[in-house]
Each structure stands twice: as C-alpha cells, then as structure tokens.
C-alpha cells in the first residue's frame, strides 16, 4: 500500500472543514443570492441536509470495503477493466478538475481582491508548490499543517459577530418571497460544494478508528454548513440581496465594513489568511487524492514520484479548463461543474457502486 | 519564458529520475514518464501562445439541458 500514515478522527474532520470550506465561503454567496435572493440562507440549509445524505451515501459505501479507498473498491465491486476506468475518470475529471479549479480561484481571488498587479501565474505555482510539499511528505505532514492553521478559519466567527453593528435583520424579510423552487434551485450550487465529501472515501482508510467515519462525516458537513450560512447571513444583513448578488466576493467586502470606533477596522486580512491558508490544504487534499489514486489505478509501490508531475499538470490546467477570466471562472461554476459533477461523480457512480455492490453481494455488512 | 519551462521540466526528471533507476523501480518510472509528458503536452503550447480546445466548453455543451433546469 503506497500511503502508511494514520490519522486519528479529529484530524479528519478539521481536513474535511477544510477541503471544502474556502472556496466556498468566499464564492457561493454570489452565486447563490443571485437566485434565491434573500432567502439563500435557506437554500444552504438545504444543501446542508443534501450533503448528509451525500455523506452517508460515500461513508456507508466505503465502510463496506474496509482498508480500501475509492480506486481499490470499484476495482473490487466492477470487475478489474470497468472498475479502472471509473477510476481514471474520477481522477481526470473530478479531483483534478476540482483541484485545478481550486488552484485557479485561488489566484483570481488573490489577483482580483488583493494584489491585481501581480501576474496569476506567481499564485498558481506557489500554492501548487506548497501543497505538493505536504503532499510528498504524506498524509499524516498534510493533516497537521491543517491543525496548525484551522484556528484562522475559527477566527472568521469573531469578525462576523463584530460585523453585527451593521446589520439589519429586514434585509431578510420577506421570507419565502419567490416560493419554494429558487430556493431548492438555488440549494444545488453549495450541493455540489459539500458533496466534495466524496474525497472522504480516499481519507476512511487511514483513520485509525473507520468506525467514526459517519460521526467524521456528518460533524464536517454540519461545520461547512454553519460557516456557510453565517457567511451568507452576514453579506445579506449588511448589503441586502441586489448589493451582494452584483458583487463578486460579498463576504470580503461584508468584511471590510467592520469599523469598531474607527479602530478596529481592516478585518479583511482575517480573510485573506484564511482564504490562503485554506486554499493550500484545499488544493493538497485533491492533489492527494490525485497522485494517491494514480498510483492505486497504477499499481505503484510508492506515489510519491508522481507528486512533482501532477503539479505540472495542475497548474497548467488550471489555466486552460477555467475560461480566460474572472467572469468566465464564475460564469463556469454554476454552468458546467454543477450539474457535470454533482450528478455523475458526487451522487451517481456512487449509488451505482452501492447497488452493483448490492445486488453482487460484494463487501462486508456496514457498520 | 519557454528556456525557464524546459529548464523545470530538466529539473523534475533530475529530482526523481536517478532515485527511481537506482531502485530499480520501472513502473513507477512508467507513470511518472507518462504524467511528465502529458504536463508538457499540456504547458508547452500555452507558453507558445498556442491555444489548445478547453475541454470545459464541450462539457457545457453536454449538460446545458440541465443547467437550463436549474436556472
């Protein structure tokens, strides 16, 4: 088995928190609000409970086939040629799709928001250098920097509760304006966020206990959705819902509002080191799951010689999939990730691995 | 900016190359070959200037009826 390292449940949780948290605090707003307007607290909710279910699917799936990630499961369930093709197109089209989407966001956001003279390309290498350090060194050297740096993330709360001077609880009213179907609508986008807990699949067999791994998942979806909806929340009470639809990255610029008797102010950073922080362990954790997987479809000893050229391959498709610019990054979000890989990598091959596992009698009972 | 990109790709097959040979580890020189190469495929030509097919649009194209649903 190439990876060795174990790690215990808390670990997994905070690595789960942050794999799929910040991108989304930042992005999903906008996106969101655009549709559900004041109401898109409420489609968070929703896709909190969507992404349980996700979660249960994945975790019930995986535990059938303890010590077993993804790739080595759907060999054993499909049949040796079906079972890797599934997982070649789970590493070229999901994890490396979503990586080098996460590579690319970093960027636009650090080149948009804060440094627009710096060249986007300086952003894409370093974070892909970075995270490709952690990743080299295993599992176990990427949960930790994640400990390390997790408090940042637990930092945003502070800020939101200092930014309630500036909010008004009308700005919500009136609920249930469009009716149910923007919000269920609108509910797909965060989905598709928090059903990268699919990723978990490759994390269960190195948890030292895999029996928590329902507990793992359900406390990190239920985490992402609070910070989640308290982002939402806080870019809505401030702006109301025409402001923040029309901005980019409501919730950075609800942040720069804060003014505390004109001292406290410039928060943002709080932000930034969140977003940068996180965008590393967010990048690492696909990167991890790229070059873990290669090596299983592969059958390689070690996955480590791997790590250098999938940063390659990272960086230089994180410029090509994601459009020229910032619009047509968004634009392709909610357009071509969404429906592409909510329905057939996050809910679809799953339940199909799930009913062929069924109905072959293949695995242990869950649980 | 083409000269600094061979010269990383020198570099990576510096880093991991000899270590594999000496180990005597084929497969994984293999797919580390077939990694390299599809990492210059793709870079080489975006640093020429050559615009390659995103393959995002045909994917677009492919699921338009269901995001047409959800808009």
Same mark, same amino acid.
């Given at each position: 088995?190439?990876?060795?390292?174990?790690?215990?449940?808390?670990?997994?949780?905070?690595?789960?928190?942050?794999?799929?948290?910040?991108?989304?605090?930042?992005?999903?707003?906008?996106?969101?609000?655009?549709?559900? =307007? %004041?109401?898109?607290?409420?489609?968070?909710?929703? &896709?909190?409970?969507?992404?349980?279910? $996700?979660?249960?699917?994945?975790?019930?799936?995986?535990?059938?086939?303890?010590? %077993?990630?993804?790739?080595?499961?759907?060999?054993?369930?499909?049949?040796?040629?079906?079972?890797?093709?599934?997982?070649?197109?789970?590493?070229?089209?999901?994890?490396?799709?979503?990586?080098?989407?996460? *590579?690319?966001?970093?960027? *636009?956001?650090?080149?948009?928001?804060?440094?627009? @003279?710096?060249?986007?390309?300086?952003?894409?290498?370093?974070?892909?250098?970075?995270?490709?350090?952690?990743? =080299?060194?295993?599992?176990?050297?990427?949960?930790?920097?994640? %400990?390390?740096?997790?408090?940042?993330?637990?930092?945003?709360?502070?800020?939101?509760?200092?930014?309630?001077?500036?909010?008004?609880?009308?700005?919500?009213?009136?609920?249930?304006?469009?009716?149910? &179907?923007?919000?269920?609508?609108? &509910? *797909?986008?965060?989905?598709?966020?928090?059903?990268?807990?699919?990723?978990?699949?490759?994390?269960?067999?190195?948890?030292?206990?895999?029996?928590?791994?329902?507990? *793992?998942?359900?406390?990190?979806?239920?985490?992402?959705?609070?910070?989640?909806?308290?982002? $939402?929340?806080?870019?809505?009470?401030?702006?109301?819902?025409?402001?923040?639809?029309?901005?980019?990255?409501?919730?950075?610029?609800?942040? =720069?509002?804060?003014?505390?008797?004109?001292?406290?102010?410039?928060?943002?950073?709080?932000?930034?080191?969140?977003?940068?922080?996180?965008?590393?362990?967010?990048?690492?954790?696909?990167?991890?799951?790229?070059?873990?997987?290669?090596?299983?479809?592969?059958?390689?000893?070690?996955?480590?010689?791997?790590?250098?050229?999938?940063?390659?391959?990272?960086?230089?498709?994180?410029?090509?999939?994601?459009?020229?610019?910032?619009?047509?990054?968004?634009?392709?979000?909610?357009?071509?990730?969404?429906?592409?890989?909510?329905?057939?990598?996050?809910?679809? $091959?799953?339940?199909?691995?799930?009913?062929?596992?069924?109905?072959?009698?293949?695995?242990?009972?869950?649980? | 900016?083409?000269?600094?990109?061979?010269? &990383?790709?020198?570099?990576?097959?510096?880093?991991?190359?000899?270590?594999?040979?000496?180990?005597?580890?084929?497969?994984?020189?293999?797919?580390?070959?077939?990694?390299?190469?599809?990492?210059?495929?793709?870079?080489?030509?975006?640093?020429?200037?050559?615009?390659?097919?995103?393959?995002?649009? @045909?994917?677009?194209?492919?699921?338009?009826?269901?995001?047409?649903?959800?808009?």
């Amino acid at each position: 088995m190439p990876e060795k390292g174990k790690i215990d449940s808390k670990q997994a949780v905070l690595l789960m928190i942050s794999m799929i948290l910040p991108t989304a605090i930042l992005t999903i707003p906008a996106v969101t609000v655009k549709t559900a =307007r %004041q109401d898109a607290w409420l489609s968070v909710m929703v &896709a909190t409970l969507a992404g349980l279910l $996700i979660a249960r699917l994945v975790v019930s799936l995986s535990l059938r086939f303890p010590g %077993q990630t993804l790739f080595e499961f759907s060999e054993e369930i499909l049949g040796k040629a079906l079972g890797k093709m599934v997982g070649f197109l789970y590493i070229w089209l999901f994890f490396l799709y979503i990586g080098s989407g996460v *590579v690319r966001e970093f960027g *636009v956001f650090l080149v948009t928001a804060v440094m627009p @003279a710096t060249p986007i390309i300086v952003f894409l290498i370093v974070v892909t250098a970075v995270a490709g350090y952690a990743v =080299r060194n295993g599992l176990e050297v990427l949960c930790r920097f994640n %400990q390390l740096f997790i408090p940042v993330t637990g930092l945003l709360v502070i800020v939101f509760l200092l930014s309630t001077l500036d909010m008004k609880l009308d700005r919500l009213l009136p609920v249930f304006d469009a009716g149910l &179907a923007p919000i269920v609508k609108s &509910a *797909v986008t965060p989905t598709m966020w928090l059903g990268e807990i699919v990723t978990l699949a490759m994390i269960i067999p190195y948890l030292s206990k895999p029996k928590e791994a329902h507990r *793992v998942a359900v406390l990190s979806i239920l985490i992402t959705g609070f910070f989640l909806t308290a982002s $939402i929340m806080e870019a809505l009470l401030i702006f109301g819902p025409n402001l923040t639809g029309h901005w980019i990255f409501p919730t950075f610029n609800a942040t =720069r509002v804060v003014s505390i008797a004109n001292f406290l102010e410039r928060l943002e950073f709080i932000v930034i080191m969140a977003w940068v922080l996180g965008g590393i362990v967010k990048v690492g954790v696909f990167y991890y799951a790229v070059v873990l997987g290669s090596a299983q479809c592969l059958g390689l000893r070690d996955y480590r010689p791997l790590v250098l050229p999938v940063g390659v391959i990272l960086v230089a498709l994180s410029i090509l999939l994601h459009g020229e610019n910032i619009v047509e990054v968004l634009h392709y979000i909610p357009h071509v990730e969404v429906p592409f890989l909510l329905i057939v990598f996050e809910v679809g $091959i799953p339940l199909l691995l799930l009913i062929v596992a069924l109905v072959r009698g293949k695995g242990g009972k869950s649980n | 900016m083409i000269v600094l990109l061979i010269m &990383a790709f020198i570099g990576i097959v510096l880093f991991e190359a000899p270590g594999l040979i000496k180990k005597k580890m084929w497969r994984e020189l293999a797919a580390f070959s077939l990694y390299l190469s599809i990492g210059m495929a793709l870079s080489i030509p975006q640093v020429l200037g050559i615009t390659l097919p995103n393959p995002t649009k @045909a994917i677009e194209a492919l699921v338009k009826p269901i995001s047409e649903l959800l808009k």
